[in-house]
């Protein structure tokens, strides 16, 4: 079935269709990941966005139960040069094809997707129109146009658990517990609390409702302030619950934790042109030196020069200098941009969960 994407300018990709039917209007960004394909689709910091893969054959090793990130697909939509229809895996369950079917996700193939990457990083992400039900584009174009855009929207509320719960998987068990953290829900992958659990934490995960007094009434070593989707501005009751967490107890961010954390300390956040999206982007530690290859997803940043005198910038993106790291000088709070767990992507910044629980430890003596 012939399928077509249309973005907000009316550039139009002509292709074809695969998974659900229908017609979904959403930002396009590009991932320009190798591999990794259905971590991404279940990470939930893609909530609501129609995702290009930059990498030209995508779903030859299948999926599985293992390597989901949430419970369930995220993205709105999927585009890919070649769709592939087999899988070479012993871990496989299933096709992708299959499996984005069974959950309802429109998916594009057959497009030149590198030249919809060069577009969006010329022109910004925008938003677009996935159809395969007609190529009415003059239609498709101002469906686009009236969409609402990613800045100013609250995705948070899509992707959080409906109540708290323990986190625990087979093997986690026998794992001595040494610290209790609880990780905030605005859109956790599930390899936060995977990498938290191995290091001897007992994970509590609460939804994003939760207020500074709820979280510190079940008295928590540290905080992990999650992941997610959409305009870290507009999660204004995740920047007041944050306000009540500094100086408290041990906080880290990641992500959108990161952006989050930054507002709550008297920083600004702003829309990037097309933002970071993929497994190679080297970031700088200003306290060593040490470069790191990370994992990235996200569309917005912490700007450095909003941030009052009592927190410093910690790490810097090597590609464009936008802030990729922060620490507060007195409180022990910090956080990260990029994804330290990978789920796709390299282990260079696993230490950092290290680094929590050192600082977790540090403040119990």
């Known amino acids: 079935m012939d399928a077509v994407l249309v973005l907000e300018d009316g ?13 979904i209007a959403a930002e396009v960004v590009f991932n320009t990941g190798m591999a990794g394909y259905q971590e991404v689709l279940t990470d939930p910091s ?11 054959l995508i779903g030859n090793y299948g999926v599985n139960d293992q390597d989901m990130e949430s419970g369930r697909i995220q993205v709105a939509g999927y585009v890919v040069r070649e769709l592939c229809r087999w899988h ?14 069974g959950q309802g996700i429109m998916g594009l193939e057959g497009i030149d997707t590198r030249a919809l990457t060069r577009h969006i990083r010329e022109a910004g992400s925008m938003n677009g129109v996935l159809s395969n039900t007609g ?5 498709l174009a101002k469906k686009a146009q009236t969409a609402p855009h990613m800045a100013g929207q609250d995705l948070v509320k899509n992707v959080t658990c409906a109540e708290a719960y323990d986190f625990m998987e087979p093997g986690l068990e026998k794992i001595k517990v040494e610290q209790k953290v609880t990780v905030i829900d605005y859109g956790a992958k599930g390899n936060i609390c995977r990498e938290l659990a191995h290091r001897g934490s007992k994970v509590r995960v609460v939804p994003a409702s939760y207020t500074a007094g709820q979280i510190l009434g079940e008295q928590p070593d540290g905080i992990m302030v999650s992941n997610g989707p959409g305009d870290p501005a507009a999660v204004d009751y995740a920047i007041e619950t944050v306000k009540g967490l500094v100086g408290k107890v041990p906080l880290f961010g990641i992500c959108l934790g990161h952006q989050i954390l930054g507002l709550a300390l008297g920083g600004q956040t702003k829309k990037m042109k097309f933002g970071h999206r993929g497994v190679n982007h080297p970031v700088k530690d200003l306290v060593t030196g040490r470069i790191s290859i990370t994992s990235q997803n996200h569309g917005f940043c912490v700007e450095a020069e909003s941030l009052p005198d009592n927190v410093e910038v910690t790490h810097l993106n090597m590609n464009d ?4 790291g922060l620490r507060h000088k007195e409180a022990p709070a910090f956080s990260v941009q990029y994804h330290p767990e990978a789920s796709p992507g390299p282990n260079d910044a696993k230490y950092l969960f290290d ?3 050192d600082l977790i430890k540090k403040q119990d003596h």
């Not at 871990?91 to 094809?97: D, G, K, N, S, T």
């Not at 200098?321 to 990729?324: A, G, M, P």
């Open 321 to 324: 200098r936008t802030v990729e």
């Open 135 to 139: 190529e009415d584009v003059a239609r």
């Open 46 to 56: 893609y909530n609501g966005q129609i995702v290009n893969m930059t990498y030209p």
């Open 11 to 23: 550039r139009v990709f002509k292709g074809k269709s695969f998974g659900a039917q229908g017609e």
């Open 88 to 101: 070479s895996n012993f871990r496989a369950q299933q096709p992708l094809e299959k499996w984005l079917t």
């Open 355 to 357: 680094s929590f629980i």
